[in-house]
């Protein structure tokens, strides 16, 4: 099993960038799609981008579609999103999780906050 921690959140205003880390412990972190979700306050977790154990394939909610971009490297154990363009919409903690499709998989850690300001 992988045991996942996430990063890199912060305060940032409306149009900057952000990028989050998702680290992973464990040998078999190659094995695994890994996925971001984010809750916002007074709304349900909502998936917001998926990657492939291989990265070639990367999935993306619309409302992220264009800003956001999910990538890996496996020889760090890391998975990131690069976050540009945000909007006081993104506002929520963000958490990783190994996914089946669009599916968590996996326990959530204690995620990251990001804040846009506008």
């Known amino acids: 099993q992988v045991q996942l921690v996430e990063s890199g959140g912060g305060l940032v205003q409306a149009g900057g960038s952000l990028r989050l880390s998702c680290a992973a412990s464990?040998?078999?972190?190659?094995?695994?799609?890994i996925g971001w979700f984010r809750q916002a306050p007074d709304k349900e977790r909502e998936f917001v981008a998926g990657i492939t154990s291989s990265g070639r394939i990367r999935d993306y909610a619309d409302s992220v579609k264009g800003r956001f971009t999910i990538f890996r490297d496996n020889a760090k154990n890391t998975v990131f999103l690069q976050m540009n363009s945000l909007k006081p919409d993104d506002t929520a903690v963000y958490y990783c999780?190994?996914?089946?499709?669009?599916?968590?998989?996996?326990?959530w850690g204690q995620g990251t906050q990001v804040t846009v300001s506008s």
């Open positions: 999780s190994t996914i089946s499709g669009r599916t968590p998989a996996g326990s």
């Open positions: 464990g040998r078999t972190f190659s094995n695994y799609g």
